[in-house]
Nanobody, 124 residues
């Protein structure tokens, strides 16, 4: 099992940048695919970005070109660098992990482990 703790959320203005970090417990972090999802009030949880064990990444169209996901297996961390933030990026952001790399990295059902989430609020 793995435990995930997100940090780095906050209140920013449109156009600003923010970096989220997710720290995982355990000694097998490198065996997990990692994902970031977000959920706005009254909406379903949606995929943001994912990174595989070898570092390959995928992004939702809505954040492509603005967000960058990265991982550091030595530190057991996965980060989400968010640039050019928009009010519509406002949501609770969740970190997720799973070892089943054959499942779709953009589907929330493909992840067994989740963090508690961190709030990101972007004002206009």
């Amino acid at each position: 099992q793995v435990q995930l703790v997100e940090s780095g959320g906050g209140l920013v203005q449109a156009g600003d940048s923010l970096r989220l970090s997710c720290t995982a417990s355990g000694r097998t972090f490198s065996s997990y695919k990692m994902g970031w999802f977000r959920q706005a009030p009254g909406q379903e949880r949606e995929f943001v970005a994912a990174i595989g064990r070898s570092g390959g990444s995928t992004y939702a169209d809505s954040v492509k070109g603005r967000f960058t996901i990265s991982r550091d297996n030595a530190k057991n961390t996965v980060d989400l660098q968010m640039n050019s933030l928009k009010p519509e990026d406002t949501a609770i952001y969740y970190c997720a992990a799973d070892t089943r790399t054959w499942l779709s990295s953009s589907s929330s059902s493909s992840y067994a482990y989740w963090g508690q989430g961190t709030q990101v609020t972007v004002s206009s």
